[in-house]
């Protein structure tokens, strides 16, 4: 009986787990035919564990970036959706993935089918046309600086900290306040790049390329501020919310499975 129990234990998940990625496998050719295209996928999901009962965070790392970088490589003769799910990550691995997806030669599409906040708005920022669901969300791009000690700050806030103190500001103050000064640059730089002819004239409102990177980067908005696809649109992004119901069910297939992040072709 434990014999049995320990192979049931072992086995059954494993079987379950083949099962759901055939499943994902399935819809993910069915969504290609349907939309003409190569779709992709970098979704990054939250699990509890019971280490300290804390819960443990997927982000965007080097190795999302030598993934998405590898498949953008290999699929260069087709048109290209990205599904993306995320709550940000590292900037470079960001601006890499980011970058890889602008110059790639035939059309790419992102879809937010609930939040790509941070780096994941890095990334939407490169497609040709970012299509969210109408109560999709991304975010402000300004950077994260800090330590393990002291954790993460936006920039602005290291900048505004040393500028008020002067004199008096901590040594590791002036060195932080320097590091987001080049942070800034290089966040402005990159979205510069990233949204260089993709500004949507908004009746009314004056939404030129410099002030829609500096509303996503200066820090004007906390780094968790949730933008939705009509908030998007008003800054000048050019979003649609013409989104296709079957991401929305591939999504689905997400729900039984432990494990955190999840790479489907």
């Known amino acids: 009986m434990f014999v049995f129990l320990f192979l049931y234990a072992i086995i059954y998940p494993r079987s379950q787990l083949k099962k759901i990625r055939m499943q994902r496998t399935a819809k993910l050719k069915s969504m290609e035919r349907r939309h003409g295209c190569k779709v992709l996928t970098m979704i990054h999901r939250r699990e509890a564990i019971s280490f300290f009962g804390l819960p443990?965070?997927?982000?965007?790392?080097?190795?999302?970036?030598?993934q998405i970088l590898r498949w953008i490589r290999k699929y260069r003769d087709y048109p290209l959706e990205l599904i993306l799910h995320t709550p940000g990550g590292q900037l470079h691995a960001s601006i890499q993935i980011a970058r890889a997806l602008k110059n790639h030669p035939k059309k790419t599409r992102v879809l937010v089918p609930h939040y790509s906040m941070s780096g994941g708005t890095i990334i939407a920022l490169a497609a040709d046309e970012i299509v969210m669901d109408k109560d999709a969300v991304i975010g402000p791009i300004d950077p994260q600086v800090g330590d393990l000690m002291r954790g993460l700050f936006p920039a602005p806030s290291w900048i505004y900290a040393a500028e008020i103190k002067k004199e008096n500001a901590e040594d590791v103050t002036l060195v932080m306040s320097d590091i987001s000064r080049k942070a800034l640059k290089l966040t402005r730089?990159?979205?510069t790049e990233l949204l260089e002819g993709k500004i949507t004239p908004v009746p009314g409102r004056e939404n030129s390329l410099d002030k829609v990177v500096e509303k996503l980067v200066s820090g004007e908005m906390i780094h968790s501020t949730p933008l939705s696809a009509a908030e998007a649109k008003e800054i000048g992004l050019s979003v649609s919310t013409d989104f296709p119901e079957d991401v929305h069910e591939f999504m689905k297939l997400f729900r039984p499975v432990k494990r955190n992040v999840e790479y489907v072709e």
């Open 189 to 191: 730089n990159v979205a």
């Open 56 to 66: 443990a965070y997927q982000f965007i790392d080097e190795e999302d970036a030598e």
